[in-house]
């Protein structure tokens, strides 16, 4: 809320809100609360970006982290209200999926297509974010979809090719690196001489990526 915080400096002894224990976007506060020298009164944990959306905009919680589509719809609503704080060169992944081991070695077959198909989407979008809004219209997806939602598709895949959400080789060795750094200093994965290739497999998406022109 923009008539409580103005800065993360503004954020020390105060409250705050996060998707849940061991989350993104607990590690996200945790490393601002590292980086800027502060530390918080209480951390709630709120699942549901939409969730602490309405949250937001009823006043029942005053600062929190939302996903972009969520970010948006409450600067949209209340452009007053709200600001969005600085997260610096964060790195880590914005979007990931995630499968144990034994899944992915016992679908192979079915993993690499998968992950070629994952590679094309995100190509198709980085080189023209309005191909989401022709693709949705020729598969007759999400038919029931609110008009107010609708017109949000467009911004989020715009400001998320912007942001580099969507990588053209699917996440690699250099995400993964990011990734572990990210988590590695916000607290979240303790150890040392710690290696990306110990927590992320990349095998099957390299296997993608051969057959991907």
Do not use: C
Not at 82 to 109: C, H, M, W, Y
Not at 139 to 168: H, R, S, T
Not at 187 to 211: M, Q, R, T, V
């Amino acid at each position: 809320a923009k008539e409580s915080y103005k800065s993360w400096k503004d954020l020390d002894g105060q409250e705050i809100a996060v998707q849940g224990r061991g989350s993104g976007t607990e590690a996200i506060m945790i490393l601002a609360a590292k980086q800027h020298g502060i530390k918080y009164k209480n951390v709630s944990y709120v699942p549901g970006s939409q969730v602490r959306r309405l949250a937001l905009l009823k006043g029942n919680i005053k600062a929190t982290i939302l996903d972009a589509s969520n970010k948006n719809m409450v600067l949209k609503e209340a452009p007053d209200r709200f600001i969005v704080l600085p997260l610096g060169d964060v790195k880590a992944s914005d979007e990931a999926l995630f499968a144990t081991r034994e899944f992915l070695d016992k679908n192979q077959a079915a993993i690499r297509i998968f992950l070629e198909e994952l590679v094309k989407v995100n190509r198709a979008i980085n080189a023209n974010p309005k191909w989401v809004l022709d693709e949705r219209k020729k598969l007759g997806l999400l038919k029931d979809l609110p008009a107010k939602m609708e017109d949000e598709i467009l911004p989020f895949f715009q400001e998320a090719v912007q942001n580099g959400v969507f990588p053209n080789d699917g996440g690699l060795a250099n995400a993964a690196k990011n990734d572990l750094e990210f988590y590695s200093l916000s607290g979240a994965i303790k150890g040392e001489n710690l290696k990306a290739e110990d927590f992320w497999h990349l095998a099957p998406l390299k296997a993608a990526l051969a057959n991907v022109k």
